[in-house]
């Protein structure tokens, strides 16, 4: 085998494993509406453009679409990102769990390259299920409520500021999720590198000083079944400096 050859193979046999880890089918869907702010304040609002999310790392049957909205099957983990890029924007989105323990979430301000646990970089707004904390007990010790109740952080090398430290994360300031089958609401407000949550009706956790401001939105498989509806996002003027 001539040097040229034996080159081309050991690239193919470095680059291969990470091609199968790190890339999904090409696949695409539809699911949410976009407006922009001045959208919101016409008086003849129109019907809003349709968001489409493109594959990164899942695969087809991770996701269904129906009447009400997507359901994710959680196997395997990964993302599907929004085909658009958003920098400030309100995001409302419902969503439930239907297993005990149910781990997701959603990405802001994303590059959506997987990185080594198959998820992207950004800042993530957790959605976890409230039977996760008994579920994964360390020592006899349950993991701190926080978790469950909308907990965001920097991710794949985003910093932030926590609004309510717990660590490098920011804490819910209230318990306000409810369990598996039931419709939970998150208004995510994200403009110049300050993300405020509204669980249910109410602000109670943010964050400020994102070292990542523009990016796409992500939807996470990761491990259990979770449903998706209503998603809306509202584009504000971005930073003109």
């Given at each position: 085998?001539?040097?040229?050859?034996?080159?081309?193979?050991?690239?193919?046999?470095?680059?291969?494993?990470?091609?199968?880890?790190g890339?999904?089918?090409?696949?695409?869907?539809?699911?949410?509406?976009?407006?922009?702010?001045?959208?919101?304040?016409?008086?003849?609002?129109?019907?809003?453009?349709?968001?489409?999310?493109?594959?990164?790392?899942?695969?087809?049957?991770?996701?269904?679409?129906?009447?009400?909205?997507?359901?994710?099957y959680?196997?395997?983990?990964?993302?599907?990102?929004?085909?658009?890029?958003?920098?400030?924007?309100?995001?409302?989105?419902?969503?439930?769990?239907?297993?005990?323990?149910?781990?997701?979430?959603?990405?802001?301000?994303?590059?959506?390259?997987?990185?080594?646990?198959?998820?992207?970089?950004?800042?993530?707004?957790?959605m976890?299920?409230?039977?996760?904390?008994?579920?994964?007990?360390?020592?006899?010790?349950?993991?701190?409520?926080?978790?469950?109740?909308g907990?965001?952080?920097?991710?794949?090398?985003?910093?932030?500021?926590?609004?309510?430290?717990?660590?490098?994360?920011?804490?819910?300031?209230?318990?306000?999720?409810?369990?598996?089958?039931?419709?939970?609401?998150?208004?995510?407000?994200?403009?110049?590198?300050?993300?405020?949550?509204?669980?249910?009706?109410?602000?109670?956790?943010?964050?400020?000083?994102?070292?990542?401001?523009?990016?796409?939105?992500?939807?996470?498989?990761?491990g259990?079944?979770?449903?998706f509806?209503?998603?809306?996002?509202?584009?504000?003027?971005?930073?003109?400096?």
């Open positions: 085998m001539s040097s040229m050859n034996s080159l081309w193979l050991l690239l193919l046999c470095i680059a291969l494993p990470w091609t199968i880890q890339q999904g089918s090409h696949f695409e869907f539809e699911f949410g509406k976009e407006w922009s702010w001045e959208d919101t304040y016409s008086d003849q609002q129109g019907p809003g453009e349709v968001i489409k999310w493109l594959n990164v790392n899942t695969e087809e049957d991770t996701w269904a679409t129906n009447e009400e909205g997507v359901v994710c959680g196997i395997p983990i990964g993302v599907v990102r929004s085909q658009k890029q958003y920098e400030n924007f309100v995001m409302h989105i419902e969503w439930k769990h239907m297993e005990p323990g149910g781990n997701s979430g959603t990405f802001v301000w994303s590059q959506a390259i997987p990185g080594e646990n198959r998820l992207p970089d950004g800042v993530e707004v957790q976890l299920e409230l039977d996760w904390v008994n579920l994964n007990t360390r020592d006899g010790k349950k993991p701190p409520e926080a978790y469950v109740h907990e965001l952080f920097g991710v794949g090398g985003v910093e932030i500021v926590p609004d309510n430290p717990r660590g490098v994360r920011s804490k819910s300031i209230l318990n306000l999720c409810k369990p598996r089958g039931q419709w939970n609401t998150y208004d995510v407000v994200c403009v110049d590198g300050v993300v405020k949550l509204s669980v249910n009706g109410t602000f109670v956790n943010g964050i400020s000083k994102s070292t990542q401001k523009k990016g796409h939105i992500c939807l996470e498989s990761e259990a079944e979770i449903h509806r209503n998603l809306r996002v509202t584009t504000l003027p971005p930073n003109p400096h």
